[in-house]
């Protein structure tokens, strides 16, 4: 059997993690201990991310005619990949978070929806918060406006205002009839 036999399914493999995927983030993990590189794949996997370490040349080969040919250059040295295909941010947030603290994990480059980033682009990416992070934020900022509501409403009627307020929209009323009775 050809060696490019032996190679092409896990060609396939890495071609198959990348369809569909929202971004591509390729790290040097030279240097972490056992127990990070435990840690690090805990962390991804609880956050749906593939994490690989493959040959250069067979991701070149996965990469070719995708968004992610992009990091054909960046394969050089050890490489390993961080593959979501839910949260496009997912992989720059966990993997920048870690690199903090195991200064030896190293962010080469990536694709997020389909654009190149260097590292330090990927870095300014991790900032970025996560979808339900954004969607409570959002939320959030709806709500608050209908409690102040709420909470005002309620003052008004525990201060026994509300019968003011009842007397001052009857007045109008009450002139409305008059200048239509002249």
């Known amino acids: 059997m050809a060696k490019v036999e032996l190679k092409q399914p896990i060609v396939q ?15 040097d993990y030279r240097g972490l201990t056992v127990a990070q590189d435990t840690e690090l794949r805990k962390q991804l996997r609880e956050a749906g991310v ?39 941010t997912a992989p720059a947030r966990i993997i920048c978070k870690f690199a ?7 962010v080469k480059a990536g694709v997020v929806e389909g654009t190149v980033y260097d590292a330090a682009g990927i870095n300014e990416l991790s900032k970025i918060p996560s979808r339900e992070e954004l969607i409570s934020k959002l939320l959030g900022s709806l709500q608050s406006p ?21 007397a001052a929209a009857e007045a109008p009323a009450e002139e409305a009839a008059e200048t239509t009775a002249e």
């Open 146 to 166: 209908i409690t102040n509501l709420a909470r005002v409403l309620n003052q008004i009627a525990e201060k026994g205002g509300a019968g003011e307020c009842e």
């Open 100 to 106: 903090k603290t195991a200064e030896a994990l190293e």
């Open 13 to 27: 493999a890495i071609a198959e993690d990348v369809k569909d995927a929202q971004s591509v983030v390729l790290v």
């Open 50 to 88: 593939i994490y690989k370490v493959c040959k250069n040349t067979m991701m070149k080969r996965a990469f070719e005619g995708t968004e992610f040919a992009g990091l054909e250059e960046y394969l050089d040295g050890p490489s390993a990949m961080a593959v979501s295909k839910e949260d496009a």
